[in-house]
């Protein structure tokens, strides 16, 4: 007897820009650089901070930038007026570049072009900036360069910028010395247990709970995929964090959620180098296996999967994303915090960056008209000059057509001024409802930054927070846009 059809209880969803499902907020969507079928995806695993943990950043970045100032001042022999120092949380964004020669910090476009800097928390000019970086592109990979990848990175930043000032005003620093001074330290705070003692005697005040997290583990693990924890963090951190994010002191305990937990892996080490070690079982009274140290290859022994069978979740461009998925050919997806405050006021400012749009296109029309008469002047001034001995009609035609393109290139002139004077409004307004400091994240004008073109070339999906998946079927095939080149637009 034939068995009867049953309807797949995991049915696959076609995701894409057109055909989302309705009522998905467009901060909490899933956006989608290359096909990812989720139907394919064996194994889904996470990184803990910024990805599971979503920490409440100002309190963190306070906090870090305290204990590190402190530090200095202990440590290194800063003089203590430092501590004095204020914390501004909006100064320096992530996707920006340390230029550690001359103590200046930089917005670079795809291509390692400079498009905004400031030396110390003092911007630079356009004069200034073209002087010290149009002559060529930077080469982000030299030492002299630090990238500011991760979260985790912007108390320093900022302490290192407002010490370049605070030097400057005394003497000329050496600011590759300071640098390194606040990177040892704030290094040193993270390493002691300094910042994340604080953090485990109140994680309320540092960490913000998503209620959808344990739903959407239990999601992955209900339609047969293993899910696991990679993370740099040490077991007994991992252990506070994740207890306060899932058990709420009700339910099963955080490491039943997952089939494998890695602690101490060392990324971006572990996706590159082979371990002599390999893996190394943590004694842990629960069933749950936790390891520690090891690299991506006796994992993936371990975890009985390999590949581009395995999604995993992080939030360090670098040390997550890129490196698994160049070592090790995982799929990946990002997970960009920022993204719900930057959607949100590219939506309020929909109507002027429409204006600026159209703004600018106008200014390339009218210089490619000015462009167009001022050739047009030349050839008739050739003309002019060729029928002297000519009858006087012809000169007196040629004159009056002189006279008018003279005209129109005046006409053009003041509008060239007026709508670079608009442009320049509606740039700074648009900048200003992001960051007045850099403006957005993902873009600066037409073009896209270097964050922007990081996301886009080594994340297969992005999303702000890993509960988002919930949005969709689990089985979604998300889809990417149809690329094109300029000439096809």
């Known amino acids: 007897m034939p068995t009867p059809f049953l309807p797949d209880p995991f049915p696959e969803y076609r995701a894409t820009p057109a055909a989302l499902p309705a009522g998905i907020p467009r901060d909490q969507r899933v956006f989608v650089n290359r096909n990812l079928r989720m139907r394919s995806i064996d194994a889904v695993g996470f990184d803990l901070d910024y990805t599971l943990a979503h920490y409440r950043i100002w309190e963190l970045d306070d906090l870090a930038f305290r204990l590190t100032k402190r530090k200095l001042v202990e440590k290194r022999g800063h003089p203590e007026e430092i501590l004095a120092i204020p914390f501004d949380p909006e100064f320096v964004v992530r996707g920006l570049v340390i230029d550690r020669r001359r ?59 407002a010490l370049v000032d605070f030097y400057e005003e005394r003497r000329r620093p050496d600011y590759g010395a300071l640098y390194q001074d606040v990177r040892d330290m704030i290094d040193e705070a993270h390493a002691d247990g300094s910042i994340k003692s604080e953090i485990q005697s109140d994680p309320s005040r540092f960490v913000s709970p998503d209620p959808r997290l344990a739903r959407f583990l239990e999601s992955l693990r209900s339609a047969g995929k293993k899910v696991f924890v990679l993370t740099n963090s040490e077991l007994y951190y991992t252990d506070v964090l994740l207890s306060f994010l899932l058990d709420g002191g009700e339910g099963p305990s955080w490491d039943s959620r997952f089939d494998l937990v890695v602690v101490e892996s060392g990324k971006p080490d572990f996706f590159r180098e082979r371990s002599e070690e390999g893996l190394q079982r943590v004694d842990w009274i629960r069933e749950t296996p936790v390891f520690r140290g090891g690299d991506v290859w006796s ?94 009609a012809v000169r007196r035609e040629v004159e009056r057509k002189l006279d008018s393109h003279r005209e129109h290139l005046t006409r053009i002139g003041k509008e060239k001024e007026q709508v670079h004077r608009r442009i320049a409004e509606l740039d700074d307004r648009c900048n200003r409802e992001h960051n007045r400091y850099w403006g957005p994240l993902f873009r ?11 996301v886009k070339d080594f994340a297969c999906i992005y999303t702000s927070r890993v509960s988002n998946f919930l949005h969709y079927p689990i089985n979604t095939y998300f889809r990417s846009p149809v690329e094109r080149l300029p000439h096809e637009f």
């Open 444 to 454: 600066e004008r037409n073009a896209i930054t270097r964050f922007g073109h990081q």
């Open 299 to 392: 994992f993936e022994r371990e975890l009985g999967l390999h590949g581009d069978s395995i999604l995993y979740w992080g939030d360090h461009t670098y040390g997550d994303i890129l490196r698994s998925k160049k070592s090790v050919g995982w799929r990946t997806a990002m997970i960009i915090p920022e993204l719900e405050s930057e959607i949100r006021a590219t939506d309020r400012m929909s109507t002027e960056q429409t204006d600026l749009t159209e703004a600018l296109e106008y200014r390339d029309r009218i210089e490619v008209e000015e462009h167009r008469i001022r050739l047009e002047i030349r050839r008739l001034t050739a003309v002019s000059e060729e029928s002297r001995a000519s009858a006087a």
């Open 103 to 161: 103590g200046n910090i930089l917005k670079m476009d795809y291509h390692n072009y400079v498009v905004r800097a400031f030396h110390g928390r003092e911007a630079l000019t356009d004069e200034e900036r073209k002087r010290s970086y149009r002559a060529r592109r930077i080469r982000t990979s030299a030492r002299a360069y630090v990238s500011v990848d991760t979260l985790f990175h912007l108390p320093e930043v900022y302490l290192y910028l």
